[in-house]
């Protein structure tokens, strides 16, 4: 299979400890972003990277979330200190560097905080 | 601001068309999308449209544009109890995707 995978695909942890997820997207994609889904919402943009490079990250990130895409191929998404509002679906997705930003979406990460 | 709003539940009869509607206030946006989540499954692409276009039909789906309006639309005909699904729409800003809070579509047999 040759589509964005992500692991692990469920976390449960306890309040005020860390989790990192990671994603690998398709491999040609030089786009990859994170989004938080909670239940019955839409996807939330998190954060994005084309190659190595952060471009942008959203006012959701506090700063106990960090990113990374260090050899702009794999990404690790990482939170310190969980809370219980950290519970969601974490989802990896990427794309082709072309106009129409198709994006493919991994399963996503299921967090649960408890 | 960024937003993009859609009814939340929509139920129809296997064989009928279903329509729903998606508002969005980015007039920049150069492409919007319809994607589908299935229970336990990932998001899928359906759709896209040029936002310089008004309507686009793939198949059983059509998508209409009114960009003064900033309203978009998807049309499934001939819906099957499979098109059963949350349905979201969402506009492209500066790369980024900015989902609606998504449409139940609930097809009764």
């Known amino acids: 299979d040759t589509g964005v995978s992500q692991d692990p695909r469920h976390k449960i942890t306890k309040r005020g400890q860390n989790v990192t997820f990671r994603c690998d997207p398709i491999s040609e994609h030089n786009r990859l972003y994170w989004y938080r889904q909670t239940l019955g919402q839409g996807p939330e943009f998190l954060t994005y990277f084309q190659n190595e490079a952060q471009l942008e990250k959203s006012r959701l990130l506090s700063d106990r979330f960090s990113a990374e895409r260090p050899k702009g191929s794999f990404s690790t998404l990482e939170i310190q200190r969980t809370e219980q509002g950290d519970s969601a679906m974490y989802l990896c997705a990427s794309s082709a560097r072309d106009s129409i930003n198709e994006q493919f979406f991994g399963p996503g990460t299921r967090l649960t905080v408890l | 601001g960024e937003d993009v709003e859609q009814s939340l539940f929509l139920s129809v009869r296997e064989g009928d068309s279903s329509v729903i509607n998606c508002t969005y206030t980015d007039s920049s946006s150069t492409y919007l999308y319809w994607y589908k989540q299935e229970p336990g499954a990932g998001l899928q692409l359906l759709t896209y449209?040029?936002?310089?276009?008004d309507m686009k039909q793939d198949q059983r789906l059509t998508v209409l544009l009114n960009k003064k309006d900033k309203h978009l639309s998807l049309r499934i005909a001939d819906t099957q109890t499979g098109d059963s699904a949350i349905y979201f729409c969402?506009?492209?800003?500066?790369?980024?995707?900015?989902f609606g809070q998504g449409t139940t579509l609930q097809v009764k047999p």
């Open positions: 449209i040029f936002s310089n276009m």
């Open positions: 969402a506009e492209s800003v500066t790369g980024k995707l900015i």
